[in-house]
């Protein structure tokens, strides 16, 4: 059964600072990648995804994400952060022969200090 | 991209009673699921609602517990039944835009059992 990876649950960062988030995936077949933002008692709002294109994808909000086959890992970055970036973000895979289910990773919350 | 409401929002239930939870889609989809989000957690699959027969459970979800109808391509519900405590979490549907394989959500009920 694939499984995601989040490293980190939490992450701090400074206001103009990088964002660096991390996920990598286990399967044998390379699945369709998403990230997900929830912000506080929100449902989630898609960021990007990877459907087996461009392996750079550009998202919402200054967001872009690397699918590296290699290394497994769909990490979500963001050169300069900003305060309205604090949230929680989901890292999720899919399988459209499979149904479409996604099978989150565990999340990572996103602090921005001043 | 779909739009996705649920009603209700949130509510607050008594134990061994029951909630019916409504999702509206904007739009004719195939696939529609439901999620459950256990305090401070990730998104856990429910199940996937299908229109026309019955909903397909993931392991450690039962229909007894949580059934679930699809009577068209717009609409689902998902019931949760006599409810405990631990059935605190936000429950979520969504659903996929056919032309994209990409899953949009819904805003979330946020259910606590007392």
């Known amino acids: 059964a694939q499984s995601v990876t989040q490293l980190g649950s939490h992450v701090s960062v400074s206001e103009g600072a990088l964002v660096l988030l991390r996920c990598n995936y286990s399967s044998s077949v390379p699945p369709y990648l998403f990230w997900y933002v929830q912000y506080p008692n929100q449902g989630l709002q898609l960021l990007l995804k990877y459907t087996s294109a461009a392996t750079l994808v550009k998202g919402i909000n200054g967001f872009e994400a690397e699918f590296k086959k290699s290394e497994t890992s769909f990490h979500l970055t963001k050169p300069s952060a900003h305060m309205r970036d604090a949230a929680e973000y989901f890292c999720a895979v899919s399988y459209p022969a499979a149904g479409n289910k996604l099978t989150f990773g565990g999340g990572t919350r996103v602090l921005v200090k001043p | 991209s779909a739009v996705i409401s649920q009603k209700p929002s949130r509510d607050i239930c008594q134990r061994g009673t029951s909630l019916t939870i409504q999702c509206q889609v904007d739009?004719?989809?195939?696939?529609m699921f439901w999620y459950r989000q256990q305090p401070g957690q990730s998104l856990t699959l429910i199940a996937t609602?299908?229109?026309?027969?019955?909903?397909?459970?993931e392991s450690g979800f039962v229909i007894d517990k949580f059934p679930i109808s699809r009577p068209n391509l717009t609409f689902s519900t998902l019931t949760v039944s006599n409810m405990s405590p631990e059935d605190s979490s936000i429950y979520l549907c969504?659903?996929?835009?056919?032309?994209?394989?990409?899953?949009?959500f819904g805003p979330g009920t946020r259910l606590t059992v007392l």
């Open positions: 969504s659903a996929v835009d056919p032309g994209t394989d990409t899953q949009y």
């Open positions: 739009s004719q989809v195939t696939m």
């Open positions: 609602a299908n229109q026309g027969s019955e909903a397909t459970y």
